[in-house]
T-cell receptor, first 115, second 109 residues
Framework: DAGVIQSPRHEVTEMGQEVTLRCKPISGHNSLFWYRQTMMRGLELLIYFNNNVPIDDSGMPEDRFSAKMPNASFSTLKIQPSEPRDSAVYFC?????????????FGPGTRLTVT | TQLLEQSPQFLSIQEGENLTVYCNSSSVFSSLQWYRQEPGEGPVLLVTVVTGGEVKKLKRLTFQFGDARKDSSLHITAAQPGDTGLYLCAGGGADGLTFGKGTHLIIQP
């Protein structure tokens, strides 16, 4: 299995531009999670889906952030417009199902730099 | 909001030494997971503990879940440079996982 796939691995953009991060979860996994990691705040859960349906988006920082999961094998996280404080590593993770006992498998992350 | 405090935040020791890192909360969790993250990669699960007082061993790593299921510890015996990384604990509850900020561990040869 290829594991969770994220693209791009690195993104550098200017303030005000739209940024789209992409994720392909592990085949057969029903749950997908988007996280943001910074030194100051650690790993923060932004939003998660179960069976392609958004369950909890309370971690999304602002309306500039949006996420979609049009099918079981693809999800996007969009930031529009981007700001320098959005600079972070964004991780996508998937698990077999929701529930505290399920292992989450993380992708390699997208390092976003907004100048 | 359930918070997990990890300590120490940073730890640098010599190869061969033993160490313990901690994960504490005022909340009760149904499970506790430990992940290790290496630079440029995502976190990878090391272990899941679910029962209060549970102890699990993974080679030189020993994980313990507190009796009240509010805290956990990770003990590494005879640390090696390959143990270097960010160690994250994550508490499981109805809302999924809550991650601590992690312990940055450096093992110097």
């Amino acid at each position: 299995d290829a594991g969770v796939i994220q693209s791009p691995r690195h993104e550098v953009t200017e303030m005000g531009q739209e940024v789209t991060l992409r994720c392909k979860p592990i085949s057969g996994h029903n749950s997908l999670f988007w996280y943001r990691q910074t030194m100051m705040r650690g790993l923060e859960l932004l939003i998660y889906f179960n069976n392609n349906v958004p369950i909890d988006d309370s971690g999304m920082p602002e309306d500039r952030f949006s996420a979609k999961m049009p099918n079981a094998s693809f999800s996007t996280l969009k930031i529009q417009p981007s700001e320098p404080r959005d600079s972070a590593v964004y991780f996508c993770a998937s698990s077999l199902d929701l529930g505290s006992g399920y292992e989450q498998y993380f992708g390699p992350g997208t390092r976003l730099t907004v100048t | 909001t359930q918070l997990l405090e990890q300590s120490p935040q940073f730890l640098s020791i010599q190869e061969g030494e033993n160490l313990t890192v901690y994960c504490n909360s005022s909340s009760v969790f149904s499970s506790l997971q430990w992940y290790r993250q290496e630079p440029g990669e995502g976190p990878v699960l090391l272990v899941t503990v679910v029962t209060g007082g549970e102890v699990k061993k993974l080679k030189r790593l020993t994980f313990q879940f507190g009796d009240a299921r509010k805290d956990s510890s990770l003990h590494i015996t005879a640390a090696q440079p390959g143990d270097t990384g960010l160690y994250l604990c994550a508490g499981g509850g109805a809302d999924g996982l809550t991650f601590g900020k992690g312990t940055h561990l450096i093992i110097q040869p």
